[in-house]
């Protein structure tokens, strides 16, 4: 049972189109104090962790950025999301864009090199996010040391680290510049400067599939290049 009063809360919102009434599938969703990130679904449903006072934004292609500031009491805040006022030209472009871009990733996905780069299958099976404390990780301490071993991690030193060293060991595992490198072609001073630019939250490079990961580097990458 959701409590107004707690500390962090899960807020199930809805974004719908302001003019239609009709949800907003696919957009993204940012708790920009926490740095969630998560997108709605086909029905325009999302669900993000928050505290009072939380900026929760959202943004979608063909539509102007808006957002609230939750209020700790609203447990399914809905948020009207106004069309952006520019020419259907320009929308098309964006939407071209937007298949340019699942198009690259499919490609990528693809490739030979992606079952080396991507990383997602090797961890799915050492996380857990039936925890006691709601919005944890837990971490598989012996999934680990089957993934590590070959690296020289012995179960020993594994097993006295903290789970969130560990959490960020699996991090640095998949979210790392070899992979950033394959994605966007970046390479050098730029790939560094690129990797403290697109910040992504720990619980999200860890529980995103492999297409939804990519999707937020090329979205990162896009804003990098402005």
Do not use: H
């Not at 949800?23 to 990130?37: F, L, S, Y």
């Not at 447990?75 to 030209?89: C, F, S, Y």
């Not at 790392?176 to 999200?204: H, W």
Request: proline letters at 3%; charged letters at 30%.
């Amino acid at each position: 049972m959701f409590s107004a009063f707690a500390q962090k809360a899960y807020v199930l919102g809805k974004a719908i189109d302001k003019a239609t009434g009709k949800p907003v599938p696919a957009a993204t969703v940012v708790n920009k104090d926490t740095k969630q990130i998560t997108k709605t679904s086909e029905n325009g449903n999302f669900l993000v962790r928050a505290s009072k006072g939380d900026s929760i934004k959202i943004t979608s292609v063909g539509y102007k950025a808006t957002g609230i500031a939750w209020d700790g009491v609203n447990m399914e805040p809905v948020i009207e999301m106004r069309q952006d006022a520019i020419a259907l030209k320009e929308v098309v472009v964006r939407d071209k864009r937007l298949e340019q871009v699942k198009k690259q990733i499919d490609e990528l996905m693809g490739s030979p090199e992606a079952s080396t780069k991507l990383k997602w299958k090797d961890i799915s099976n050492l996380i857990n996010t039936n925890t006691s404390t709601p919005g944890t990780i837990g971490i598989s301490i012996d999934g680990l040391y089957e993934l590590f071993s070959k690296e020289g991690k012995s179960r020993r030193k594994l097993a006295a680290m903290k789970q969130e060293d560990l959490k960020k060991l699996l991090v640095e595992y998949r979210y790392n510049a070899e992979y950033i490198s394959f994605v966007t072609k970046l390479k050098g001073q730029e790939l560094k400067n690129f990797m403290r630019f697109c910040n992504l939250p720990d619980n999200f490079v860890l529980t995103a599939n492999d297409y939804d990961l990519t999707f937020e580097v090329f979205r990162c990458l896009d804003e990098f290049k402005r």
